[in-house]
């Protein structure tokens, strides 16, 4: 696992997302897991690829996150992909909820990661690329990538 200097784990991050979408902001928040998705968790068994935030009432629960069994266990198992309750500020969740009523944004995933032993989500705001962003989006790496190779073969 990468282990950054602050005692944080990233199990999983969600590359397709940071493509597909704007980011507008970013939130923290924890998960409500059982134990034997922890265990899968450690043993980065996640994909997020297609998972959002949505909301029932006043809670926010992660959506279409696909967390593997874990084989060890036995009958404890989960459900892969079961709704899982998101732990955040009442302030935050107003805020967000507001956005995607009011603004037509997207509720997200970024990472999960284990942070002093906890589980966390990274989840942002988002608004969605149209074609000619992402094209542009692709220019704009591609152009980075030879930046550096020039860089590298001169050594400025």
Known sequence: MEKKSDGILIVHENRKARFDYEIIDTFEAGLVLTGSEVKSLRDKNVQLKDSYISFVGQEAFLQNAHIAPYKSSSYNNHHPERFRKLLMNRIELERIYGALREK???????????????????????????????????????????MREVKRRHKF
């Open 104 to 146: 037509g944004y997207s509720c997200i995933p970024l990472k999960i990661y284990f942070k002093k032993g906890r589980a966390k989500l990274e989840i942002a705001l988002a608004k969605g690329k149209k074609s000619h962003d992402k094209r542009e989006s692709i220019k704009k790496r591609e152009i980075d990538s030879q």
